[in-house]
């Protein structure tokens, strides 16, 4: 068994900061990539930010020079700083990785269950 918990997410004022947090649990053999991917009402999930097992990183354009993701390998999270939040970035933050289980050769995308964020204007 595998889990993602996210933590962090709130309610905060436009131009404000949160940073969200999510820990892989369980029978884990290794981690590639982790990521965080948010979901507006009524829109698609989309991608918000990526970060390999190395440290490459890549962001949506929306977020670019205002959201910082970064990893901890030896813990197994993965962080996500939010500045200068702005009222449409509010959705439901999910927190993905794609992870290989002990004693199997290939690796599976896991999923957290969500955390909430809204940002007031």
């Known amino acids: 068994q595998v889990q993602l918990v996210e933590s962090g997410g709130g309610l905060v004022q436009a131009g404000g900061s949160l940073r969200l947090s999510c820990a892989a649990s369980g029978s884990i053999g290794s981690i590639k990539a982790m990521g965080w991917y948010r979901q507006a009402p009524e829109k698609q999930r989309e991608l918000v930010a990526r970060?390999?097992?190395?440290?490459?990183?890549n962001y949506a354009d929306s977020v670019k020079g205002r959201f910082t993701i970064s990893r901890d390998n030896a813990k197994n999270t993965v962080s996500l700083q939010m500045n200068s939040l702005r009222p449409e970035d509010t959705a439901v933050y999910y927190c993905n990785a794609d992870i290989r289980r002990i004693g199997v050769t290939f690796s599976l995308d896991y999923w957290g269950q969500g955390t909430q964020v809204t940002v007031s204007s």
């Open positions: 970060i390999s097992s190395g440290g490459s990183t």
